[in-house]
């Protein structure tokens, strides 16, 4: 696939380091050279703004699939769509970073000939939101219409897991085990592998049994989340805001600045306004917010979302939910207490690669940062239909969900497997181009 993306952007050079070692990429930037960062990947680069016809022209774009505006400046990423699609039948996504530009409904990408709005804070949103919504998960994804979850849980040292063998686990029927991640490195356990604590582990299964799951190895005494406080109160906190109002939940938001305090009172119905530093401990302990059952710093800083962190835990908040700004901060916020660390910017990175790059192969989920993927593949025609516990992959990888029609199985080892079966796989990013091939290879039938 050719994919041509305009901008030198951190945002930029993520997917292009996603997709240069499978995909023809070229970059467009108006600066004479690229970024450092980008001289180690192997891609060409055109100088110049793809309004112009000739600097499209000059980057190949009659032959490109995907058109990807990534510059730093709205308006230039909407004219440069607009402009690749008059003369290509191409594909394109344009980021944008304000929220005149993100109208789910009135249609304006339509008229622009952009076939893809990404704004990377609403996507952020989503994801906080479902994090929230699932007491302990610090990752959450929904499949097949809400009838299957991905979640993720950190293991406490009071969890009776620790120290345990998957095997002797016992977890409840329709649900498996799909990952660890220790100590930022995810893989794929065997029956052999024994849980530590601070482990995160990853489950897929239906809700309710996932929910028994819980209730039996993660957190006995879980309760229903009451009340949230969010520190920082632009587009995420504001979108958040409205999100839990939905749910009855109780929300305080504290906000620095007085103008845009005004604009959170006139527009949210439910929230509770506070203008003030989120830093302000004697604001946090008078407010006693310590009895929140989670904290969400939103702020546009890095350093004042993990001071604001590490204060309110300090205070006692059970669950603090960070934004980092830049991807490469994620790790290092959970390493030093945060519970959950999102980046509005990798959120944005997985929209792309899950929903435009694969086009064979559909990518429903990333977790753990890009370290894994979930995704989806038919089973042909004339497959002929054999147990799961036979079928050989190349490399690690697990079905996690089959569709059969109208039916949704979490499958065992005797489970079969048969000709247009819908798969859910779960596999590590550096095994899935090998399981991806395997499932497209027609050898595979002949298993």
């Given at each position: ?6 901008g ?8 292009a380091?996603k997709?240069y ?7 467009i930037?108006?600066?004479?050279e690229?970024?450092?960062a ?7 680069f055109v100088?110049g703004n793809p ?8 980057a190949?774009?009659?032959s490109?699939?995907?058109f990807i505006a ?10 440069a ?22 109208r789910?409904?009135e249609?304006f990408h339509?008229?622009?000939?952009i076939?893809?709005?990404?704004w ?13 919504t699932?007491?302990?998960a ?8 809400g009838?299957?979850?991905l ?5 406490k040292?009071?969890?009776k ?8 686990c ?13 100590e930022?490195?995810l ?9 530590h ?9 239906f ?6 799951l ?6 006995e005494k879980s309760?229903?989340?009451r ?20 749910l009855?939940i109780?929300?305080?938001?504290i906000?620095k600045?007085y103008?845009?305090?005004?604009y959170?009172s ?6 509770l ?5 989120g830093?302000?401990?004697?604001l ?6 310590g009895?929140?059952?989670?904290a ?10 993990l001071?604001?962190?590490l204060?309110?835990?300090q ?32 959120s944005a990175?997985?929209?792309?690669n899950n ?7 559909n990518i429903?989920?990333?977790v753990?940062?890009?370290q894994?993927?979930?995704?989806e593949t ?18 690690n ?12 199985l ?5 489970t ?21 091939d ?6 595979y039938?002949?298993?």
């Open positions: 696939m050719k994919v041509i993306i305009y030198a952007t951190e945002a930029a050079y993520l997917i380091n997709l070692i499978e995909h023809d990429i070229t970059v930037s108006e600066a004479e690229l970024p450092d980008f001289n180690k990947l192997d891609l060409s100088q309004s112009s016809t000739k600097v499209l022209k000059s190949g774009i009659e490109t699939d995907v990534a510059s730093p400046v709205d308006e230039r990423n909407i004219v769509c607009w402009n690749a699609g008059k003369f290509a039948d191409v594909q394109t996504l344009c980021f944008v970073s304000k929220f005149e530009y993100f789910d409904n249609g339509i008229d622009a000939g076939d893809y709005i990404i990377p804070e609403k996507l952020l949103t989503q994801e906080i939101f479902r994090v929230i699932i007491p302990e610090v990752d959450a994804e929904e499949f097949a219409g009838k299957v979850n979640l993720e849980y950190k293991i040292n009071s969890s897991l620790v120290s345990k063998q998957i095997k002797n016992h977890f409840p029927q329709n649900t498996l085990i799909l990952g660890i991640s220790r930022g490195q893989f794929i356990p065997t029956g052999s592998s024994v849980i604590a601070d482990d995160k582990l990853l489950f897929m299964g809700r309710r049994n996932l929910e028994e819980y209730r039996e190895y993660i957190d309760s229903q989340i009340s949230v406080v969010i520190i920082g109160g632009g587009n995420v906190g504001f979108m958040l805001a409205e999100l839990l109002e939905s009855k109780k929300t305080k938001i906000e600045n103008e845009r305090c005004e959170l006139e527009n949210l119905k439910e929230s306004v506070l203008n003030a530093d830093t302000d401990i004697e946090l302990e008078s407010e006693d917010i009895n929140s059952d989670i969400v710093c939103v702020t546009n800083n890095d350093e004042k979302n001071l604001c962190s204060l309110v835990k205070l006692g908040v059970k669950k603090v939910i960070t934004r980092v700004n830049s991807v490469a901060n994620a790790s290092l916020f959970e390493k030093v207490g945060v519970d959950v660390a999102l980046s509005p910017l990798q990175i997985d929209e792309v929903k435009f790059i694969e086009t064979d192969i429903l989920a990333t753990e940062r890009g894994g993927e979930v995704f038919t089973i042909a025609e004339n497959f002929k239909s054999i147990e799961l516990m036979n079928m050989k992959f190349p490399a990888a697990i079905v996690a969900t089959i569709k059969r029609g109208h039916k949704i979490i499958p065992k080892g005797d079969l497997i048969r000709a247009n079966d819908i798969l859910f796989v779960f596999t590590t990013t550096d095994n899935a181009p090998v399981i991806k395997f499932f497209k290879n027609e050898k039938y002949e298993i």
